[in-house]
Nanobody, 126 residues
Framework: VQLQASGGGLVQAGASLRLSCAVSGRTFSTFAGGWFRRAPGKEREFLAVTNWSGGYIRYADSVNGRFTISRDNAKRTVYLQMNNLKPEDTAVYYC????????????????????WGQGTQVTVSS
C-alpha cells in the first residue's frame, strides 16, 4: 500500500489549500482515511478522519469549522480542504489509512493506522 500526499505549499494567512491523499494497493479493501500534522518542535496531532462511507467524520477542536475532510472512493483519494489558514497551521501534513475495521470506524489515534503518506509541507506566512 502506498499513500501519495500532495497539495501543500506556501500561502499567506487567510488563504485556502486542498490537500489530497491518493491510496494505491489493496484495491478491494475499504479503509478509514485520516489527516495529521506535525508542527516544528511539536508532536504529531490528529486533525480529521472519515470512514469509508463518509457518514462518520471527526475533527480536532483546533480545526473544526475551518478544515473539511472528504473522499472520493472511486479515486481512492482522501482530501483535506483547509480554509482561513493561520501561521500556526504551519506544519508537515500526513495522511494515513486504517484497514482494520474495513472502513467502518474513524479512529483518531496514530497507533490505529496501518499506513502513512510521506507528508506534505504547509507554510502559512503572516
Amino acid at each position: 500500500v502506498q499513500l501519495q500526499a500532495s497539495g501543500g505549499g506556501l500561502v499567506q494567512a487567510g488563504a485556502s489549500l486542498r490537500l489530497s491523499c491518493a491510496v494505491s494497493g489493496r484495491t478491494f479493501s475499504t479503509f478509514a482515511g485520516g489527516w495529521f500534522r506535525r508542527a516544528p518542535g511539536k508532536e504529531r496531532e490528529f486533525l480529521a478522519v472519515t470512514n469509508w462511507s463518509g457518514g462518520y467524520i471527526r475533527y480536532a477542536d483546533s480545526v473544526n469549522g475551518r478544515f473539511t475532510i472528504s473522499r472520493d472512493n472511486a479515486k481512492r483519494t482522501v482530501y483535506l480542504q483547509m480554509n482561513n489558514l493561520k501561521p500556526e497551521d504551519t506544519a508537515v501534513y500526513y495522511c494515513a489509512v486504517d484497514f482494520s475495521m474495513n472502513g467502518v470506524g474513524a479512529p483518531s489515534e496514530e497507533s490505529e493506522y496501518d499506513y502513512w503518506g510521506q507528508g506534505t509541507q504547509v507554510t502559512v506566512s503572516s
